[in-house]
């Protein structure tokens, strides 16, 4: 395979590959982990309204250190800012939001999806010590668009997350539209993976070899 | 006159029973920390906590759990690095874990009278096995019930003496929520105002969900 | 019968008497006719707290004419004022209010009466051309305390509204503790009505002639 | 940018369907009458109206039912002496009386998410018959099921260009509640204000529940 003639995204990368795609006038949720980085690649006079679970509507730019506001934080407990007409809403009024449909996207990190658009995010088994559930459940099963955010194959044995059938406890099923990983953008048909996108350099056969799932093309 | 206020931390924290369920709100921000000592000292025990997450190495909760009067822990993220964590593993702690969406509904129904309610959140999960679901125009739903406290601990920046509340920024998270839902909801201020000073268009947490408020000038940092 | 040895309360009589009975503190709902009137009877320095189904929390006294806000009105649509202390919330959490058990008490009109506690204030019949249903279920079942105004008596043919069984449909079962007439004030208690007061110069017999329902004493 | 202003009548109501859902907010106060006004002069038939009730003889909802453009009314409370209730009466007009809480609590749970709840409202009574039900904690409880509207026709106080609103007095009412609840809510305002003008923390309708937003500065009385 010829692995030298392409380079795959950082996840920054992933994050702005991301950016590109969200339109002006969406409402979006971005998850913990690669997704939160989306926002930095939004142009600000390109106006995207992002929403954090814990009732923040309209989040800016990180604050410089010495502008931080110990009173306002994202979904990950982060310093943030909020853009001139954002608001403040209290947490069931911000899981109305995202639960009742009124998010155009939200962008969360996986371990897997599947060809069907399940989507596990949460626990690696079922018995492991340790229960991140979070808002990823309400988030997947209430936004209108549901993207994923991930690298394309694990860390250390380089296995494919984009699968037949998930094997991690699921979070969601059926509910993904579309993958944004280090290599490629898949969208979730009713025939499988669909390739929308590749990195530069990267060819279809050394795509589909990293990919448990079978891909599909245009 | 109805004056809510109270003057020391033990006659805030005064008469919470064994056994009790208690609401913590807070995430991130908006945390009642000089409560949850208050709770500490009060000493009551087999405590239910209710909680956006089981908190980390240290911080409230993990002193709160330190103290092995809390029997259960119900939230929705419990780090394996954290003292909800290692007493989950060790099986000193009890934990049910409740989407976070799910989690804020179930302390609004019990606030609002609600008895039951079907969500898909969670429907097709683990947090589903053996328990009701129901198909709805063609969703699958799980079945919810109300999450009351028998207290509530709550953060504020503002109070009166009829305790309406307002929250800065995103403290404001599960505070209104939580002081729905139980019948003793105790409160600590940063600042305490005038009755009418809070314009009526503007109360987050209205008074009639209010029992005790403590005034706390000092812990937040300032501003 | 000895009618003529004692006077019947007018509505505001029975108005002034259930004031007597509300202590300060109190979280109150009052419906539209009798009850409505309540509040005027309740001293200012006496903080009663006045909620209405349409999101006010903190009823004052009505404004004179002069004064009148077309923004605010209460839950029978007439003008009002908001007192020092008061808030406005919206519907939903107008009746999240009711409905959630945070009215300590609710006082409400009615057509009749039951010695089980069933309340029936909506509708004369199954089919009437008037639904006239309101938030009165609501407040019904959601009060920690529901209390009814209204005459003993029908107007025309004198009919007793104390039942021991309602002949109306209901507006909720089981649910009513006391009762304030022209008459008296009853308690709903697990083995009837029990009476409380009567007007003065009234007698046992002549209000048991007045009440279908069987009559307990202290 | 994002401007959700629209300049005309026309313009605010284009494109609402025959056989709509229509969500009317408002309770004496904040009922959006001039874009009932441009409902009727947009002509769409066989409605669905959802209010809190169902008018008098005259105004807004008796103008519209007059149309006979309305199929079926989904209120609280309808008198006799009323358009609806003679409607009602000659069998023009179907109608669906739901308590007025259980009302805003299923709008609210069309906008948030919720699939379907149990209450004890109503489970006693005529409105109970043929419905399922359920014992809960002992106390009898109807299913209800979430009321969405195709439009929601919502005042404001004060709007911005995201749609951020604010209401005035009780006027807010079931305003932000049928917000939520509609795809299209359409919204008139008596004031417009610069983005940011209204504190992040005072917004009492967030414009991710607003579509369209018509400024009709003479419509209310002077204040």
């Known amino acids: ?218 | 006159m109805i004056n809510k206020f109270v003057a020391t931390l033990a006659e805030a924290m005064a008469g919470i029973q064994d056994g009790s369920r208690i609401l913590l709100a807070g995430f991130g921000a908006g945390t009642p920390e000089l409560l949850m000592r208050g709770l500490i000292e009060q000493g009551a025990k087999d405590l239910t906590l209710i909680a956006n997450a089981g908190g980390r190495m240290d911080g409230p909760i993990a002193e709160l759990l330190a103290t092995g009067h809390v029997r259960k822990l119900v939230c929705s993220f419990v780090r394996a690095d954290s003292e909800a964590g290692k007493r989950m593993q060790a099986g000193n702690l009890e934990v049910e874990i409740v989407p976070q969406g799910t989690l804020a509904e179930r302390i609004r129904a019990a606030g609002s009278g609600v008895q039951a309610f079907y969500t898909p959140t969670a429907a097709d999960t683990l947090l589903a096995e053996g328990r009701e679901t129901r198909v709805i125009n063609g969703r699958n739903c799980l079945l919810e019930y109300p999450l009351a406290g028998d207290v509530a601990l709550v953060d504020a920046w503002q109070a009166d003496r009829w305790g309406n509340l307002t929250h800065r920024d995103s403290a404001r998270n599960f505070n209104p929520v939580m002081a729905m839902a139980a019948p003793l909801t105790i409160v600590q201020t940063r600042h305490v105002v005038e009755l009418g000073a809070i314009p009526p268009e503007h109360v987050h947490t209205a008074g009639v969900f209010v029992q005790r408020v403590l005034h706390v000038p000092m812990l937040h940092s300032p501003a």
């Open chain 1, 1 to 218: 395979m010829a692995d030298i003639e392409f380079q795959p995204l950082d996840r920054n990368g992933i994050a702005a590959r991301i950016a590109q795609d969200i339109p002006e006038g969406w409402f979006v949720n971005l998850g913990i982990g690669i997704p939160t980085g989306v926002s930095d690649f939004v142009p600000m006079d390109r106006e995207v309204i992002f929403h954090a679970e814990n009732g923040v509507i309209g989040i800016g730019p990180a604050p410089a250190p010495e502008d931080i506001n110990p009173f306002l934080v994202n979904a990950g407990v982060q310093p943030i800012t909020l853009r001139t007409g954002g608001a403040y809403v209290h947490h069931a009024d911000s899981f109305a939001i995202a639960r009742g449909g009124h998010l155009d996207l939200c962008v969360l990190g996986a371990f897997e999806v599947a060809q069907n658009g399940d989507i596990a995010n949460w626990a690696r088994a079922a018995g492991e010590p340790t229960k991140q559930v979070g808002g990823a459940m309400d988030l997947a099963v209430g936004a209108k668009r549901l993207w994923v955010a991930m690298e394309h194959n694990t860390k250390g044995k380089g296995q494919s997350r984009i699968r037949r059938v998930c094997s991690y406890p699921l979070t969601a099923k059926g509910v993904v539209k579309r993958v944004y990983t280090d290599l490629a953008v898949l969208e979730v048909t009713d025939r499988g993976f669909l390739v929308l996108d590749m990195v530069p350099g990267l060819t279809r056969d050394a795509l589909q070899a990293r990919t448990e799932a079978e891909l599909i093309w245009p």
